[in-house]
């Protein structure tokens, strides 16, 4: 049986706008989502919805592929606890709310790529099982990642982390901490602005900071490159306020770590 598709495209000077409750009953249908140069309106909230296809984990199942790009979610984003079975595509979207897709799964590609976050942001304890690409994406707010298991690569290249003026707040920071990259790990170019914390998490592949700028806390603590690591051209200088260090105290380096042309702070690693 074909797969039936939700398709709405609007034009990039004249956005049209659907409602929140109308892409939901499409999504629920198991209908594919094709959503381009749109306004969103209202909270897109997948929490109300009981599937009747729920996995032993309590997971709802999105069968479907959605796409929503070039396009503005007006609310808050809440997919929390979904297992996506289809392609998952946001590119150069922007959401003006929360966004919380914390404890899913995402079965197939991923891309956030060019997306703007203007609340938080939260994916902690999701397994992403193909690539992920949020390269160029901004998150102006907190960025939380804590316990995500990337199967595939993990694209975060000339990504934006916080605005740097609200540097000194633990929510707003970006936790990359205890996470599992089993494939390669792109953070180059990527700028944080804000505090950023990788401990006790764990690259399989290679782990790329090449040309990355560190304005904050980097927090390395504990972490295993499995792989081969690149800090090349790397600023960890770049601190707003005095207490911003960078600490790789008890990582361990299974392969080739290349340190070349690095601007440090203050800097532990012991």
């Known amino acids: ?25 499409e999504i629920v249908l198991g ?8 306004v969103i309106q209202n909270d897109l909230d997948m929490r109300k919805i009981v599937s009747a296809n729920k996995k032993d984990n309590l997971q709802t199942v999105i069968t479907g592929d959605i796409e929503i790009s070039n396009s503005e979610i007006l609310g808050n984003v809440f997919f929390e606890q979904i297992r996506f079975g289809g392609n998952v595509s946001f590119n150069a979207s922007v959401f003006n709310g929360q966004a919380d897709f914390r404890l899913s799964n995402f079965d197939k590609d991923v891309s956030f790529e060019s997306v703007v976050f203007n609340g938080n942001t939260d994916f902690r ?6 690539d992920t690409n949020f390269s160029q994406a901004k998150f102006l707010q907190g960025a939380r990642f ?21 540097i000194r707040s633990s929510f707003n920071g970006a936790f990359f901490d205890s996470i599992e990259f089993d494939k390669d790990a792109l953070f180059n170019s990527a700028n944080f602005n804000t505090n950023v914390f990788f401990s006790a998490s764990v690259f399989n592949g290679d782990a790329n900071f090449r040309s990355a700028i ?30 911003a260090k960078t600490d790789m105290s008890f990582a361990t ?5 290349v340190f070349n042309n690095i601007s440090f702070g203050m800097c532990l690693i012991r």
């Not at 609007?10 to 409750?21: M, W």
């Not at 209908?31 to 381009?36: A, E, G, L, R």
């Not at 304890?125 to 193909?130: G, I, N, T």
């Not at 806390?217 to 600023?235: E, M």
């Open 1 to 25: 049986m074909e797969n039936i598709t939700f398709k709405i495209h609007g034009k990039q000077d004249e956005l049209i706008t659907v409602s929140s409750s109308e892409l939901i009953n």
């Open 31 to 38: 209908h594919n989502i094709d959503v381009k140069y749109a």
């Open 125 to 130: 304890s999701s397994v992403f099982m193909c």
């Open 146 to 166: 804590k316990s995500c298991k990337f199967k595939g690569i993990a694209n975060f290249s000339s990504a934006v982390f916080g605005t740097g003026s609200v």
């Open 214 to 243: 560190f304005k904050g806390i980097s927090d390395f603590k504990a972490v295993t490159f499995g792989g081969n690591l690149y800090f090349i051209d790397v600023n960890f200088n770049g601190n707003s306020h005095p207490d």
């Open 253 to 257: 380096f299974k392969k080739c770590a």
